[in-house]
């Protein structure tokens, strides 16, 4: 089974995650309503079973929640991959939502990288996520996780279309290169875990 669970409690954030790369139940709660919403984009269009169960300092403000899920969602994708035999591990995916348009390519190469471009506005959605904190995530769980990621918005102009379109990017190219396709790792090295 390609599926990881784990917890992280630090003084900052409490976090309980379940994650299945075959799908599976779907119920999330961070106390940050747009930041759940992402979270769900991110599980439905990525063939995911995601759990995230999250309490934290929000009355500071949301980035150690999103950037702490982010290093939980890594670090639970990086166990649920085991050596990654059989998985296709290249992702690409362009989403639009409206009048945005996101990209994202991954590697699942066991080599940690963020290339994140995407500009918004300063504005707060739902109670307390601001468009920077995307960014945190993004990092967050492409370091943890080990895996390159290039991630951006091509154009448009409402935030949480912006923001939609790239989490939905961020699954579609994740679901691709999770796929399996074969019973080898797909390197000449012969691992994808160093």
């Not at 409490?14 to 106390?31: C, E, F, K, N, Y």
């Not at 290093?71 to 994708?77: D, P, Q, V």
């Amino acid at each position: 089974m390609r599926r990881a669970e784990l917890e992280r409690s630090t003084g900052e954030t409490q976090i309980r995650l379940a994650q299945d790369l075959d799908g599976g139940p779907v119920r999330i709660s961070t106390g940050l309503a747009f930041f759940d919403h992402m979270l769900m984009q991110l599980a439905k269009h990525g063939g995911l079973g995601l759990e995230v169960e999250a309490q934290g300092d929000l009355e500071v403000d949301g980035h150690h929640m999103v950037e702490d899920v982010g290093l939980c969602l890594g670090e639970a994708l990086k166990a649920a991959l085991g050596d990654k035999a059989g998985i296709t591990r290249f992702g690409e995916a362009h989403v639009p939502l409206d009048e945005s348009l996101a990209r994202v390519v991954i590697d699942l190469s066991g080599r940690p990288w963020c290339r994140y471009d995407a500009s918004m506005p300063p504005l707060i959605l739902g109670n307390g996520f601001h468009p920077e904190l995307a960014r945190e995530f993004f990092i967050a769980f492409s370091q943890r996780g080990a895996f390159a990621l290039h991630a951006s918005v091509l154009y448009g102009e409402n935030t949480h279309h912006q923001l939609e379109a790239l989490f939905k990017a961020l699954a579609v190219a994740l679901k691709r290169a999770l796929r399996k396709e074969g019973e080898g790792v797909p390197s000449t090295k012969g691992t994808l875990t160093v």
